[in-house]
């Protein structure tokens, strides 16, 4: 089956520019370069969000608040997967300045859980 649209986006312009000469002929994807976590897009605009090899590199606020956006992004019985490379450090020697936040996959499920989503447009807040 055949997705009706793609958005692509990465904060980095390489990433898309490459994405965009690999996937550009599709005709079914648009491509964006923008820091997800200052995104702003319409409540129930995606029925499916993927993630990959984000969440490692943000501090747990901004996974909660990129949470709260990511699924109210969705439509209603929308999907949303995130894949992430590791949940502890790899290797034998310590590094400097590794930006990488090590959780367990059961840190991102329990901030996901507590998303605090704001009320539906027109819902009676009673």
């Given at each position: 089956?055949?997705?009706?649209?793609?958005?692509?986006?990465d904060f980095m312009e390489v990433s898309i520019a490459e994405n965009r000469r690999q996937h550009g002929a599709l005709g079914n994807v648009s491509f964006m370069v923008a820091d997800v976590t200052e995104l702003e897009q319409e409540a129930g605009s995606y029925d499916v969000v993927f993630s990959n090899w984000?969440?490692?590199?943000?501090?747990?606020?901004?996974?909660?608040a990129l949470a709260a956006k990511v699924l109210r992004w969705l439509t209603p019985g929308g999907v949303l997967f995130f894949r992430e490379s590791c949940f502890?450090?790899?290797?034998?020697?310590?590094?400097?300045?590794?930006p990488t936040h090590y959780r367990n996959p059961r840190d991102?499920?329990?901030?996901?859980d507590a998303a605090e989503l704001p009320p539906a447009e027109g819902a009676n807040s009673s």
């Open positions: 089956k055949r997705a009706k649209h793609v958005v692509a986006c984000l969440l490692m590199y943000l501090s747990d606020a901004e996974v909660k502890r450090p790899s290797g034998d020697r310590p590094r400097k300045g590794n991102y499920f329990a901030m996901f």
